[in-house]
């Protein structure tokens, strides 16, 4: 290996080695510092002697490989693999703490530490081997438990790659290992400890495999011994293919039959009769976490001391000095409050009642993104199930979709979002059955509060999102009416391929493509065939409509008032109790300009669900705001804003309700914040720049509007364009002007080009694009109606027929 002293001090590649952290026959790891990155990472080299072996530098390579693909809290991080003349070095995150091995030290962890590294692990396996990832060499030297008690998963160099197909129980066509693929008995004896029977065999393995393996590191957990020992290889393999352990409960008396189960489940000698999925066997132990702690199974692990009794079995008999050990729950005083229901998860860590909440968006762990309307639309269902939960503030989906993919620090999202708490999931699916876990973690320090584990068929999600929904709703102890927790989380249809149909049309409609919105229309459709009485599915249909003229998928602004009217009062009238049905009504009256009608169903929205950020907005956007009542619109913003803080629209728009509010730099800074947070939301940028040039700040606004145009993907100035500009107008107002006529074939341009006529100065101009716009019902004409750039129009007798015709004073 490289000599540690040599290296300390140098810089490799943009790496400073600082000091030796550890090593090994298989590598050697020592503390860095990136220069580029400003952060301090680990470096792994592999020793001289194995520089020159291909099997290492294989199997060095495979765990840069194997590691690197996987994206989770549980398994340490890849960051990159390099050379340093001839020396192979991997670069990874730095963790501080020790290994499981060190932990457990030759005795058993506390209870709460045993299930919580239990279904960390568990977890972690899952994730890998969703991704067709068998570890094969699961043991506790290859655990690290971080200083913030965290399970992180190390060493993937024996790590095999399976096809997709049969990544799960039962893969078919992985590859026979050869004998030197094992690790040799003569220098890592404590490896060949954790075999699976078939591993030790040279067998074809799958993951089932790795389960085998850690039912065999929850075993030394639970009682600080080894489940296979002795003193050869031959004795060990013995036990690994032959004997079964000593009971976890005749070492440890705090072993209740529930975890006992589990261990034996796990280490079943056959393949079939073992746990098929990693998902399962976490499932299993947050069960009986949650049992354990809402008192449910206090035999679980006892509360009082515990002896450890003399090893039978093939276990070699115990140090004298192993005698007891004491677990975490308090002894007789604490089995007395949790027989009084002292205890529930709100309190059971100190701090007050939840009072707010976000769903991060599921994960989708089936690696096929075809699956991916499923984990969203179940993220979506769930918010809106529980926002009907009273006196609790629930995140809206704008917001919480930014953190899609992204969910490493619970802690840093919740202070992001200031919630109390954080939903998480994971969805997989197998053939027919789905698999989705649920975790509700306390945002302040990332401790779970609420965990489970459900399995359906694929046809009964509705169930099952109900379910998860009520689960949470008993959990957060909220007094709910019959009616009103028998209609938590209510699919809204029993029909298994409508909800399907829906799912995916909500999931390409917040897409906002035009080809999506095409697909999404034709899935409401179907959705709507398959079950005609759907309210929910004639809602998404009336949603769609309404903004399909400004994507030019060829529907014209006077079709899309039709078909939304037609479409939202069918959801009304098969869903009168719906939210997003009267919002959906809401929002097509309001395109037809029925002001008054339009305020009362977003109204009658907001009783429904409080928590419907989307209909406080446009209630703000689309009456309040064209009305000129601005301090409530401005108002409705802020609701909708403490829900959805990082929606890029409902930030933008507001910035625009404040500009007509005549506050130009309160709205300057809105737009400044918008644009840092989003840069590439390129509506910001264009109504930026019509605030920038309302106020003379032409070149700034050319800027901004470039940007927009751009981003956008609209076309920008032309020289035709530009040449056919009157030369009356200012040279800024020029240039401005004619970038913005380079969208007029865009669709709903007239509004657009109305502002652009009415900043350059030219009356006429402006208010024939405006009568075009009114004669077209344009969609943004009432969004634009009390933009600052048209105020110098509304003393014009032609600004009141505009005013008359949508029903608005000047």
């Not at 809401?586 to 977003?602: D, I, P, T, V, Y």
């Amino acid at each position: 290996m490289p000599d540690s002293q040599p290296l300390i001090g140098r810089t490799v590649a943009h790496f400073r080695i600082l000091e030796q952290l550890g090593g090994g026959g298989m590598g050697v790891v020592y503390k860095a510092e990136d220069s580029k990155l400003l952060r301090s990472v680990a470096l792994k080299f592999l020793p001289d002697a194995l520089t020159a072996d291909p099997q290492a530098l294989e199997r060095f390579r495979r765990e840069a490989q194997a590691a690197s693909a996987l994206n989770h809290p549980n398994i340490c991080t890849i960051h990159e693999i390099g050379d340093d003349d001839g020396h192979p070095f991997i670069v990874m995150e730095l963790l501080e703490g020790r290994t499981l091995k060190h932990a457990i030290s030759g005795h058993p962890l506390p209870p709460d530490e045993l299930l919580t590294f239990g279904i960390q692990i568990a977890d972690a396996l899952d994730a890998a081997h969703s991704k067709g990832i068998v570890h094969r060499d699961i043991k506790p030297a290859n655990i690290f438990i971080t200083s913030r008690n965290q399970a992180k998963i190390l060493d993937f160099g024996l790590a095999k790659t399976l096809n997709s197909a049969i990544s799960s129980a039962g893969a078919a066509n992985d590859q026979t290992l050869d004998q030197s693929d094992l690790t040799s008995p003569g220098t890592t004896l404590g490896t060949i400890a954790y075999m699976s029977p078939e591993q030790a065999l040279g067998r074809e393995l799958d993951v089932r495999s790795d389960l085998f393996s850690f039912g065999a590191v929850l075993y030394e957990m639970a009682t600080g011994w080894p489940a296979f020992s002795g003193n050869s290889s031959a004795e060990i393999f013995n036990g690994i293919l032959n004997l079964t352990p000593a009971s976890a409960a005749n070492l440890n008396a705090g072993i209740a039959p529930p975890f006992q189960h589990i261990l034996s489940k796990a280490m079943e000698k056959d393949p079939n009769l073992r746990y098929q999925h990693a998902s399962e066997l976490r499932a299993d132990l947050q069960r009986l976490k949650r049992d354990s702690d809402s008192g449910r199974s206090a035999a679980l692990l006892a509360s009082q001391t515990a002896q450890v009794a003399a090893p039978s079995s093939q276990v070699p008999a115990a140090p004298a000095s192993r005698t007891s050990w004491k677990f975490l729950a308090g002894g007789v005083a604490v089995l007395l409050l949790l027989a009084l229901g002292g205890f529930y998860f709100l309190h059971a860590r100190g701090s007050g009642k939840i009072d707010s909440i976000a769903v991060l968006p599921f994960v989708n762990a089936t690696s096929d993104s075809n699956n991916e309307y499923l984990s969203d639309g179940l993220t979506e269902n769930l918010i809106g199930s529980l926002s009907q939960l009273p006196d609790l503030k629930v995140m809206a989906r704008g917001t919480v979709f930014r953190f899609k993919g992204n969910q490493d620090d619970p802690r840093q999202i919740g202070q992001t979002l200031q919630v109390a708490a954080l939903l998480m999931g994971r969805i997989t699916q197998r053939g027919d059955q789905l698999n989705v876990q649920a975790d509700l973690v306390r945002a302040a320090d990332g401790s779970e509060l609420w965990g489970s584990h459900y399995t359906s068929k694929a046809g009964d999600v509705t169930q099952l999102q109900s379910e998860i929904a009520r689960d949470i709703s008993n959990n957060l102890q909220v007094r709910l009416s019959g009616a009103a927790r028998n209609n938590l989380g209510n699919a809204g249809t029993s029909n298994a391929e409508a909800y399907r149909l829906y799912l995916e049309g909500r999931h390409l409609w917040y897409g906002r493509t035009p080809e999506g919105l095409k697909q999404s229309i034709d899935l409401f459709q179907k959705a709507i065939a398959a079950d005609p009485n759907y309210a929910q599915a004639y809602a998404g249909l009336a949603e769609v409509y309404g903004v399909a003229p400004s994507y030019g998928i060829g529907i014209t602004s006077r079709q899309s008032f039709a078909l939304s009217d037609q479409a939202s009062l069918k959801a009304v009238a098969l869903g009168d109790n719906l939210a997003e049905a009267h919002r959906a009504r809401a929002s097509a009256l309001s395109l037809s300009w029925k002001f008054a009608e339009a305020e009362a169903e977003f109204h009658r929205a907001i009783a429904l669900n409080p928590n419907d950020a989307a209909a406080h907005y446009f209630l703000a956007v689309s009456v309040l705001g064209a009305q000129g009542r601005v301090e409530e619109a401005l108002r409705e913003y802020h609701t909708a804003l403490a829900l959805d803080p990082l929606s890029p629209i409902v930030n933008t728009n507001y910035a625009m309700a404040l500009s007509s509010a005549h506050r130009y730099s309160e709205s300057k800074a809105s737009y400044l914040q918008e644009i840092e947070r989003d840069p590439n939301f390129g509506t910001a940028h264009f109504k930026y720049s019509q605030l920038l040039a309302t106020l003379g700040d032409f070149p700034n606004a050319i800027e901004e509007l470039r940007k927009g145009e751009q981003l956008m993907k609209a076309s920008i100035l032309t020289p035709a364009i530009a040449a056919s500009l009157k030369a009356s107008y200012p040279p800024n107002a020029q240039g401005y002007l004619a970038l913005t006529l380079a969208t007029e074939n865009s669709a709903e341009s007239h509004v657009v080009v109305a502002i652009a006529f009415a900043i350059a100065g030219d009356r006429d101009a402006a208010f024939d694009h405006l009568y075009k716009a009114l004669e077209d019902r344009e969609i943004e004409l009432a969004l634009a109606y009390r933009y600052p750039a048209l105020d110098p129009l509304r003393s014009d007798p032609r600004f009141a027929r505009i005013s008359q015709t949508m029903g608005l004073t000047p």
